[in-house]
């Protein structure tokens, strides 16, 4: 593996340096594919770095001020969403990334693989042919590929159900639109990853190329199909697009390395983002929506505001829209920069745009939506920068009210990190002005804050609070409210508060009415019981609780 023979930026740097520097790549067909073998994803231990960073001080922001929303807004009303402090600042002397210079020379005479569709092989209508039996499978793909809506999963029965090698059979128009509906996930994980890449897989072995976005989105899939990316996901991303530019000669795009970015920062491998971004400028790509957005996660996870600020400016004075996805990420940096009064303070401005404007819109719920508004909100970034007059109206129809995403990143801090219940329990209170339902990550959010700040005296997190926001996720799972389901966190988290606050007896209670409603697989099943012994090991806190301030048994 990467990791225990050169390091990850050693390596990346080295795969550059064997393509040219990346502008030459493989002219070599895929028809010649040699098939790399992936990284084993499940067996290398995770483990954390421990990383010091630079914490820049500067005076605490003012509460939320009176503040107008016109219904265009211009260029200082959208800086005003974000605090920016007055007096001296060190953001100029911040070793802030340079934005990329623009049309970079071009790559001469060098050849990579086009992705025109009159450039492609096998040619667009080519398949083999089939007989009648795979005729009818045919169609009953091509008429679920027609559904938007339809269950990826049931898109792949379909595939399979086609005669081996599979791939072959189609059209390239029909192989292009399976992978895209494959692509599109609410929430990556292993499973689905896995499902992407053995269609991948099939078109690799009938030596049918991918495009730049399909071989993305692969990326993308071994990058983000854990909630949390550590090493291990960074250096499979690295392996994945180092195939796709060294053996099948396809070179990345701004979207690829938009990928990279984001795991190296995710994983918190700093010095390779850097890295990363450093060949993002030497190619050329300019600096989009996403790229702006990660910034200001990146600058995030450093725990630097004064970056993340910077970021933000950087994106409105770069002409693109601001709304919920980048407030969002401004909020959720903050946080993470230990600055949560301005991180408030970008929630209650947004809070305040939305219930004082008239015709105020809120965030879409399906994911197609979402994806549609954010290639919206890309051509209209492109359309004020050639019509700098236009920037004003359509900055005013972008949506920057409150969405489910910001009350899950609001929840998990005062819930988790502050464990103050009270401002929790308002803003849960708030979601009704919104209309956004309940939803499973704030249950697990309630749940582990009980378990970290519960059991002790002069607490709100009491027991009889906790019986209270169990009841309703119960009753929720019995109502088949979307987005509420158990996995193995929220159970863990709910038995941990309950062995917290109550104490044994009342924790095996919760685990028969968890069972009676959740069926886990070997796996989870095996993950919960080691978790359960580990509590009925260990003290029990109904006999035991200390008292918060004198640490004296109660």
Not at 358 to 368: D, T, Y
């Amino acid at each position: 593996m990467v990791s225990t023979t050169i390091g990850l930026e050693a390596w990346f740097i080295n795969s550059l340096a064997s393509a040219g520097n990346c502008r030459r790549h493989s002219t070599r067909s895929t028809q010649d594919h040699l098939a790399l073998q992936r990284p084993c994803l499940s067996t290398k231990g995770r483990r954390r770095s421990s990383l010091d960073f630079l914490r820049y001080k500067h005076g605490e922001p003012n509460p939320v001020q009176e503040f107008n929303f016109p219904e265009n807004r211009t260029r200082e009303e959208l800086l005003e969403l974000v605090d920016q402090y007055s007096g001296n600042s060190y953001t100029d002397q911040l070793p802030l990334i340079d934005l990329p210079k623009l049309y970079q020379p071009s790559d001469g005479p060098h050849l990579t693989v086009s992705d025109k569709p009159e450039d492609e092989w096998p040619p667009p209508h080519h398949a083999w042919p089939a007989d009648e039996s795979t005729k009818i499978k045919l169609q009953a793909l091509m008429i679920a590929l027609q559904d938007y809506s339809k269950d990826p999963q049931e898109i792949y029965q379909l595939y399979r159900a086609l005669p081996e090698p599979r791939a072959p059979y189609l059209e390239s128009r029909i192989r292009h639109k399976m992978l895209r509906h494959l692509s599109i996930m609410e929430r990556k994980d292993e499973h689905s990853m896995l499902r992407y890449l053995s269609v991948v897989d099939d078109m690799k072995g009938s030596a049918i190329p991918l495009s730049s976005a399909e071989w993305t989105s692969a990326v993308s899939f071994v990058a983000r199909y854990v909630p949390r990316s550590t090493e291990v996901e960074v250096e499979a991303a690295l392996h994945m697009w180092r195939e796709m530019e060294h053996v099948a000669g396809v070179r990345g795009s701004d979207a690829t390395f938009n990928v990279l970015f984001d795991v190296a920062c995710k994983a918190g491998k700093f010095v390779l983002a850097e890295m990363i971004y450093k060949e993002m400028e030497a190619r050329g790509f300019e600096f989009n929506r996403y790229h702006h957005v990660s910034m200001i996660f990146y600058y995030g996870l450093q725990k630097n505001g004064d970056g993340a600020r910077a970021a933000y400016k950087a994106l409105v004075e770069a002409g693109e829209m601001v709304d919920t996805v980048v407030l969002n990420a401004m909020i959720s940096a903050l946080f993470r920069a230990h600055e949560p009064t301005a991180a408030e303070n970008v929630y209650e401005r947004m809070k305040k745009a939305y219930l004082e404007r008239s015709g105020s819109k809120l965030q879409p719920r399906s994911l197609r939506d979402r994806r549609h508004i954010t290639q919206i909100l890309k051509e209209w970034a492109l359309i004020a920068k050639t019509n700098p007059n236009m920037k004003q109206e359509l900055q005013s129809r972008s949506i920057i009210a409150p969405d489910l995403d910001t009350f899950r990143i609001l929840v998990n801090y005062f819930a988790v990190e502050a464990g103050e219940l009270d401002k929790t329990a308002k803003f849960l209170e708030e979601m009704k002005w919104f209309h956004l339902p309940v939803h499973g990550a704030l249950f697990n959010a309630l749940l582990k804050g009980f378990a970290l700040h519960g059991g002790v005296r002069y607490t709100h997190w009491t027991e009889k609070r906790l019986e209270s926001v169990w009841r309703s996720l119960l009753e929720t799972l019995d109502d088949g409210v979307e987005g509420i389901y158990i996995s193995k966190w929220m159970a863990t988290w709910a038995l941990r508060a309950f062995a917290k606050c109550s104490g044994k007896s009342r924790t095996l209670v919760a685990w028969d009415e968890l069972k009676r409603k959740w069926k886990p697989g070997e796996e989870d099943m095996s993950f919960m019981m080691s978790n359960l012994r580990q509590i009925l090991q260990s003290a029990d806190t109904a006999q035991t609780r200390r008292d918060w301030v004198l640490g004296e048994p109660m």
